[in-house]
């Protein structure tokens, strides 16, 4: 007896072969199980109609349903798939990138390199100076003299000679702290070492200055003996001095967050004002730049 294969099983089937989304197949077949008499009262007819043609010892089908697959030329198809898997294989020669020759500067172009802040343009004066290049803006403030007083470059370049010399008078007195500051700390410094470890310099400034009982001989035979015993008086000075120092570079650090100039820049606005007044007649934004990035030592 042939198998009665039972509607349900076919129904389903249908439905995957006609490609209608899972969810939807899913809920369908679970509609029709629970519904025994919907799936009775459907006419043995009517099942093919609703779910199309169905040849299962081909494996193919026609439905209504608008999920059909394409035809496809398979002729064209294998075409397409043997250009597409034709070997690239390229031999040394080919696969050997070389690169593109490097660009050589020419002879023009060498001729044209400005070798001096008077060759080069405005434009490029203007970056070199918001750089603070001091040469920059020293060509800046020539190219104003001209403009201003209409007189060709090498006259220009005399008067700023005078401003130039103008804005160093004075220097010497307001660099005397530096100075005195470096000769101060290279002295502790360098003096520092015979207080500390040199015997005969240990007992004189124990002798005048400290008064403390001078141990045993047996215990003075090396330099670091005597750094020991020296060093029951240097550790308190030498440990005070390197917390005030450390003291006065944190308020130092503070008062330049706070904005309030110290003693370098304050000077060197001092030093922009009397070029500015000696000077009237040019830009004060000029001066002042140039003043400015002048230091105190050259």
Known sequence: AKRRIPR??????ALSEAMIPSRCATAFARTARRN????????????????????????QYNSFFSHTKPKVDMDLYKKRRSESTVSTALSEDEVKI????????????????????SEMDNTQ???????????????????????????????????????????????????VPYKVGIVCALTAGFCSFPLVFDLNTVEWFNEYYVTTDVP??????????????????????????????????????????LGIRPYTLKIKELRAERLIKKYPQYNPDFLKIYSMSVSFYD
């Open 8 to 13: 349900s099983v076919i129904l389903r089937k």
């Open 36 to 59: 025994h008499q919907v799936m009775g009262a459907i006419p043995n007819g009517s099942l093919p109609n609703l779910t199309g043609s169905i040849n299962y010892r081909h494996g």
């Open 216 to 257: 045993e001989p047996r215990d003075l035979e090396t330099p670091l003996e005597v750094g020991s015993w020296a060093w029951n008086w240097m550790e308190p000075p030498l440990g005070q001095l390197s917390f005030f120092l450390l003291c006065m570079q944190f308020a130092r650090s503070q008062l330049e967050n």
């Open 125 to 175: 004066l203007i970056a070199l100076a918001a750089l603070n290049i001091v040469q920059a803006r020293a060509e800046m403030l020539r190219r104003h003299i001209m403009s201003v007083d209409q007189i060709p470059y090498e006259e220009s370049c005399k008067i700023f000679d005078e401003i130039e010399a103008f804005n160093r008078v004075g220097m010497m007195k307001h660099s």
């Open 98 to 117: 070389t690169p593109p020759p490097l660009k050589v500067p020419t002879l023009e172009m060498a001729e044209a390199m400005p070798l001096d802040f």
